[in-house]
């Protein structure tokens, strides 16, 4: 999850560039579009309550559930998550593993303390 | 290319349905998705017999609906496959919203669309308000006078659709019951012949090629969708020279010359009618008669309506007095149908300026006879003995 994947087609091209009918010809480009600025909260994942059953990463509707080894979730890609929440609600541990919070709060905690992610 | 001229050995008996199935056995696509609705309703009975019968290695889909036949025709061709539906009237209707998906994602294909009224009042007979109804859908349409005409169009709308400068779809229309349920003589040409003019379809990108993974059909918001309708308009401004060209190559093949308008006795002509499809037949005749008694009248046949042949039609009519424009489709504008508006329209920047009246006719199947053609014109030589128009549209052969 490099997040780093180019455009496949340049935002300033002219019609005559551009390849015919709107076809994208490259795949897995969502990658190269930025949905994390849709989200209005924000999964927070407790590593110390995880079972990695894997639910949020199965459900996740973004691919946004971060995986170490393939196996171990250690957190969300904030680049594509939306905030869905769908992560939060099949997790199936109690306490839950992970808690939805307002994404404004959060940005808020970010700029005032030193733990950026 | 081996040159066929029209010799009666390759000439048979056909309707304009017969001979439109005939086609589509000699174009031999990979699928073709249709549901029947009349007049059309024998194009693809008859070609799912050729399926049956193994003359044809080709998947018949058949559909549930209109939508759902133009949307796996859509599908087929995008995954890399020459595809082609046939349909009619409420049939096209129900296509809509395809067709221009068809047409917006720049897939080239090929459709009959044998001309039936638009329901309702419900009718099952000859007009032009279905085809006109998708005259802005980027569809290119070729209008056929005769079973002969709906034949030769049928292969050059393939290569027309499928040019690299062009990828549009295309219909053919052909009148429905007067043509595709007539009988006449067809010069028909040999499977190979055919084979060798359309050749292969070769897609930019396939569906289906893994190597090449691409997304079709895309969400297309406030910064790319502008410039794609953009390039989809440039695609028919540019089709109309491929289209002419194909027609030489045609012609070299079959020996029957097609452009973008046919002139009948309109060199000398003081007077000129404008029609579309099989009333050219009766209006030839008409004019025959007509040009007898010392009436300077001659025809003008539009084959090609989409694109519309702008700069040549002004050319064409700028040395006439009065124009008749005969449509066979009312647009409910109030000023007259969709093939007078836009000829006045063109005739606009005519220095001759020549009068343009509008005659609607034939709505439901209603006949169009030499009769009423011969009152038409005859109404044209008044106007243009007055010098005047006296109304923009008339209504030809209701009851008033
Ligand atoms: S669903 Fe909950 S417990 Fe399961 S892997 Fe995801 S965060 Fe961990
Ligand atoms: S909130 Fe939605 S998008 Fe974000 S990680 Fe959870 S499931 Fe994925």
């Not at chain 1, 969502?30 to 894997?54: L, N, S």
């Not at chain 1, 997790?91 to 593993?97: D, G, L, Y």
């Not at chain 2, 085809?131 to 859908?137: F, P």
């Amino acid at each position: 999850m490099s997040a780093k994947k180019e455009r496949p087609i340049s935002k300033t091209a002219g019609w005559r560039e551009l390849p015919s009918g709107g076809m994208i010809p490259a795949g897995g480009t969502a990658e190269a579009f930025k949905t994390g600025d849709w989200r209005t909260i924000r999964p927070v994942h407790h590593r110390e309550h995880c079972i990695d059953c894997m639910q949020c990463w199965a459900y996740c509707p973004d691919m946004a559930i971060l995986l170490e080894d393939g196996v171990r979730v250690i957190g969300m890609d904030f680049d594509h998550c939306k905030g869905c929440g769908i992560c939060a609600n099949v997790c199936p541990t109690k306490p839950k593993s992970i808690d939805m919070v307002s994404e404004i709060e959060a940005q808020r905690k970010d700029a005032e303390g030193e733990g950026e992610e | 290319m081996s040159v066929v001229k029209q010799d009666p050995r390759n000439s048979t008996a056909l309707t304009g349905n017969e001979a439109v199935a005939q086609a589509m056995r000699q174009i031999e696509p990979d699928v073709v998705a249709a549901y029947p609705i009349t007049p059309q309703t024998e194009i693809v009975q008859i070609f799912s017999t050729y399926v049956s019968d193994g003359l044809v290695n080709t998947e018949y889909v058949p559909v549930e609906s209109e939508h759902s036949a133009m949307s796996a025709t859509v599908g087929s061709a995008a995954s890399g496959a020459r595809s082609m539906t046939a349909t009619s009237a409420n049939g096209l209707a129900l296509m809509w919203e395809i067709l221009y998906i068809a047409s917006g994602t720049r897939l080239p294909i090929v459709m009959p669309v044998v001309n039936r009224a638009l329901s309702g009042p419900i009718n099952i007979h000859c007009d032009h308000s279905d085809a006109m109804g998708a005259r802005d859908s980027g569809w290119i349409q070729l209008f056929s006078e005769n079973a002969q005409e709906a034949y030769d169009n049928m292969f050059q709308a393939v290569r027309i659709a499928e040019h690299p400068d062009v990828r549009l779809p295309a219909m053919v229309c052909l009148d429905g019951f007067i043509i595709s349920h007539g009988m006449e003589n067809v010069f028909t040409l040999e499977d190979n012949a055919i084979r060798e003019f359309i050749g292969d379809y070769m897609i930019e990108r396939s569906l289906l090629d893994v190597e090449q993974p691409m997304t079709l059909g895309p969400l297309d918001l406030q910064d790319f969708y502008f410039e794609h309708k953009r390039a989809e308009a440039e695609a028919m401004v540019r089709s109309k020279k491929v289209i002419q060209s194909i027609a030489e190559e045609y012609e070299k093949l079959s020996g029957r010359s097609y452009g973008l308008f046919e002139e009948y006795k309109l060199d000398d002509a003081e007077i000129a009618i404008v029609v579309l499809g099989s009333t050219a037949g009766t209006a030839r005749y008409t004019i025959d008669q007509l040009r007898a008694q010392g009436i300077k009248v001659g025809m003008l046949k539009l084959r090609v309506f989409r694109p519309f042949p702008f700069e040549e039609l002004k050319q064409a009519l700028a040395h006439v007095n009065v124009i008749g424009v005969m449509d066979r489709a009312d647009s409910f504008s109030s000023i007259g149908g969709p093939l007078f508006s836009e000829l006045r329209a063109v005739m606009y920047d005519s220095e001759t300026r020549p009068l343009i009246t509008n005659y609607i006719y034939g709505l439901g199947g209603r006949d169009i006879n030499p009769r009423l053609i011969e009152q038409m014109v005859r109404e044209l030589a008044d106007v243009q003995e007055a010098g005047r128009l006296n109304q923009y549209v008339n209504y030809l052969g209701v009851r008033e």
